[in-house]
């Protein structure tokens, strides 16, 4: 039967032709679509690792200049201690923390480095002591940074479960120093042994549609950095690049006040906390949000508008190659009326002429979805894949073939039902 159907459409190349064509592309167009789409949903499941709801978010801009030294690093740290403690005075506030690197944002620090042989890629993020509590972080297992860490010959980091199996897998992270296979570079001091204190479920910075990864938090200690004496320099040594270098290492001026309000909470405190922030830091600047509303913003314009539009084109492209198809197939019916009229003459029943129609037009849908695996098999290969997992691929693929399939058979039950209404009286015009 499949044989006596391709013999069919080859008869009728050139149309035909043109047929898989159009259901070629609208597969690659589909797939597209469908992989997205499949692939936020899938990331969209798992666990984000902390809270967004009461929590504003206030980003401070610091006027950064060329002549930075060691004494007006230290003093930008004190103001900003200054600023979270007088935001922690405020009777709306919960808890009050600092973050380097915002949620939300499209701010990332990726980094990667080789541990036991195998080069493990992370995302990393500085938080203060009471991150945790603020933001309600999930910990599995250990606890989070605390002053019992200041003044280690260590420093300490919390790991998200993944990373945590990454490096250390079935054993328990908690308490052991992460292995570093790296030397350090020719002129530079080895880096400070990382110790892990605990393991988080998970930190997705950037929003309940972005890929789980391996996410490293370290402790920015701002509070010390502050306080800490500058040693004097030697004058035969060599200026360091970045003054922040001789403050404290492992530690940066934070970006991100975060704030846990209490319930209730109206616009009018974002106003006088605002002019609180100003007054104890008048050259610095201050944009104040509450947390939903950037995660509202940075998910529409980053992964719901993008999908939004490639599916209205994928759409538009679906609904054409429909209307499309109907006409040819319409046309191909009328065209045929002597080949359908001598099979119904020859004693063809109704429901064979209509498995006719739809076998031929299921097979040239077959051909342009095989067509198209083909092609989009290259993708994994080729590494373009990115983020998504070869399962969500495979599936979203499967999906995308079997849309295409229905919205054929769909296209052609009209056709297929003209067919059968040719009597077998209309072959003999042409006898």
Excluded at 79 to 96: F, K, Q
Excluded at 106 to 114: F, I
Excluded at 232 to 253: F, M, S
């Amino acid at each position: 039967m499949a044989l006596h159907l391709l013999k069919l459409i080859w008869n009728r190349k050139r149309t035909n032709f043109l047929i898989i064509i159009e259901i070629l592309l609208s597969f690659i167009v589909l797939a597209a679509v469908s992989t997205m789409a499949t692939h936020y949903y899938r990331n969209y499941q798992a666990p984000l690792g902390y809270s967004y709801e009461r929590i504003w978010d206030v980003h401070v801009r610091v006027p950064r200049g060329l002549d930075s030294t060691p004494e007006i690093e230290r003093e930008r740290l004190a103001r900003m201690v200054r600023l979270i403690d007088a935001t922690r005075m405020m009777p709306e506030v919960e808890s009050v923390s600092h973050l380097q690197l915002g949620t939300f944002r499209d701010w990332e620090w990726n980094s990667d480095t080789k541990i036991n042989g195998r080069q493990i890629e992370f995302n990393g993020n500085r938080g203060g002591d009471e991150l945790a509590e603020t933001q309600s972080i999930t910990l599995v297992d250990g606890r989070w940074f605390s002053r019992e860490d200041t003044g280690q010959n260590w420093d300490a980091v919390v790991l998200n479960r993944r990373m945590a199996r990454d490096v250390f897998g079935d054993t328990r992270a908690v308490g052991q120093q992460i292995p570093q296979d790296e030397a350090p570079r020719p002129g530079q001091p080895a880096d400070r042994p990382r110790r892990v204190v605990g393991v988080i479920e998970d930190f997705r910075q950037f929003g309940e549609y972005s890929t789980p990864g391996n996410y490293v938090f370290m402790r920015n200690d701002i509070v010390t950095a502050a306080n800490a004496a500058i040693p004097d320099a030697d004058p035969a040594a060599a200026a360091p690049a970045d003054a922040r270098t001789q403050v404290a290492a492992g530690v940066e001026l934070p970006s991100i006040i975060v704030i846990r309000v209490r319930p209730g909470v109206t616009a009018e405190f974002e106003e006088r906390l605002v002019k609180t922030l100003q007054t104890l830091a008048p050259d610095w600047s201050f944009g104040m949000q509450p947390l939903t509303d950037i995660r509202t913003s940075y998910l529409r314009s980053n992964y719901l508008t993008p999908l939004a539009i490639l599916g209205l084109l994928a759409g538009f492209l679906l609904v054409m190659v429909a209307l499309g198809l109907s006409g040819v197939l319409w046309q191909n019916v009328t065209q045929r009326i002597r080949e359908l009229g001598l099979r119904r003459a020859k004693g063809a029943d109704r429901e064979r002429i209509r498995r006719q129609i739809l076998g031929e037009l299921a097979l040239m849908t077959a051909i342009a979805v095989i067509g198209g695996l083909l092609l989009m098999a290259q993708v994994p290969m080729l590494g373009w894949l990115g983020a998504v997992p070869k399962g969500v691929y495979a599936t979203s693929l499967g999906l995308a073939g079997l849309a295409l399939f229905a919205l054929t058979m769909f296209c052609g039950w009209y056709p297929s039902v003209l067919a059968t209404r040719i009597p077998p009286a209309e072959a003999l015009r042409y006898e």
